[in-house]
């Protein structure tokens, strides 16, 4: 929007050339968010307090998570409105894939908002049935993918490290969507368990798809990399970009001890969008070398819900998700954060050498 604004009154001007360049735009889309959030969110907390929107907490979590009880949750209504406004302002809207990338967003979103404004209403923590969760993301995952194939995703998959490797799964791609969005929500939203640890690798994982979108939608370097070159991408990297600013803002706010939670609307839609970009971008396997910390919270859920239930109850962890195993086996806080933190940023290393190792 800013773009088609600066080249109508300013077509000589430097600036004009300057939002030519999807850096440049991405460059001025993470500062506009990191200000829209950092500026706006204390008068969200301030309006969250005052409707006493606060986070219920688990009665079977760690009891050093008992004094979070009353702390403002849903401050990813502000993310989202942040990733959002920045995005519609420095994105050439003419592409598809920024508008389906949106839609995820905010799709998504809004089953967490759901979520999030029974489990306040009712104060309790089930909120949306799980039932009803998953089908309604699941539903999504698959028009997500519908609206990729539509607007020219073909139905590869293509496999890290290897040049020529790309298969035509046909309809099974839907099936693939499906487990990349859905898995990419719910891994997020399982990670959301302590102050700060999701976010960060959030922002890690955006920054892999925003070089990843940036190549794929470039194409010399598409050409040069051997990726599958895919007009309109590298606008994906703006909204990375959007995501990264909105991290570092709500970060401000969310390190510990925190002021405010994200809540189900955050996660759920950051791990729908992270999703959606990764099936527009065929980097599905990127998605999942970048956010393994991710998967490896999931994995912990389900080794342990699996163990409890087919081994007589017995337990694999101390507490699932790993975090709380690593809580109640004497680690501060601070330290289970920042060390998965660490963890983060190196998987986003290993993503991103499957740019140039192939």
């Known amino acids: 929007m800013l773009l088609e604004l600066v080249q109508q009154f300013f077509p000589d001007h430097l600036i004009a050339n300057l ?15 990191f200000l829209f959030t950092v500026l706006l969110m204390p008068k969200l907390i301030a309006l969250l307090q005052k409707k006493s929107v606060k986070q219920i907490v688990r009665d079977d979590g760690p ?62 923590t089930k909120g949306v ?30 496999l890290p490290f290897f040049k020529h490797w790309s298969v035509d799964i046909g309809w099974v791609f839907y ?29 890690t994982t955006a920054f892999v798809l925003l070089i990843t979108s940036y190549v794929t939608g470039n194409i010399n370097f598409s050409n040069y990399l051997q990726f599958q070159y895919f007009a309109g991408a590298g606008e994906l990297s703006v909204i990375m970009a959007s995501v990264i600013g909105v991290g570092l803002g709500f970060l401000w706010y969310n390190c510990h001890p925190a002021e405010i939670f994200m809540g189900d609307v955050g996660s759920l839609s950051l791990g729908g969008l992270l999703g959606a970009v990764a099936i ?11 956010g393994m910390l991710f998967v490896i919270e999931a994995l912990s859920v389900m080794l342990q819900v699996g163990s409890y239930k087919l081994r007589n109850k017995k337990r694999v962890f101390k507490m699932a998700p790993l975090h709380h195993h690593f809580e109640l086996s004497g680690w501060p806080e601070s330290k289970v954060i920042v060390r998965f933190w660490i963890l983060s940023i190196l998987f986003a290393l290993m993503a991103l050498s499957t740019l140039k190792i192939r």
């Open 19 to 33: 939002f030519r360049y999807i850096l440049f735009r991405s460059f001025a889309a993470a500062v506009i968010a």
């Open 280 to 290: 527009l971008t065929h980097k599905e396997f990127a998605l999942l070398i970048a």
């Open 175 to 203: 099936i693939w969507g499906f487990f990349v969005l859905n898995g990419a929500a719910n891994a997020v939203n399982l990670t959301d368990g302590l102050d700060g640890l999701a976010i960060v690798p959030v922002m």
């Open 129 to 158: 049935s799980f039932r009803v969760k998953m089908i309604s993301m699941g539903l999504l995952s698959i028009l997500i993918t519908q609206f990729a194939v539509m607007t020219g995703v073909d139905t590869s998959v293509n």
């Open 63 to 124: 009891q050093s998570h008992l004094k979070k009880s009353g702390t403002p949750t849903m401050g990813g209504v502000m993310m989202v409105l942040g990733i959002l406004i920045s995005s519609l302002l420095l994105c050439r809207l003419n592409h598809s894939a920024v508008w389906i990338s949106l839609f995820a967003l905010m799709s998504f979103g809004a089953v967490g908002f759901a979520d999030d404004y029974l489990k306040l209403t009712k104060k309790n």
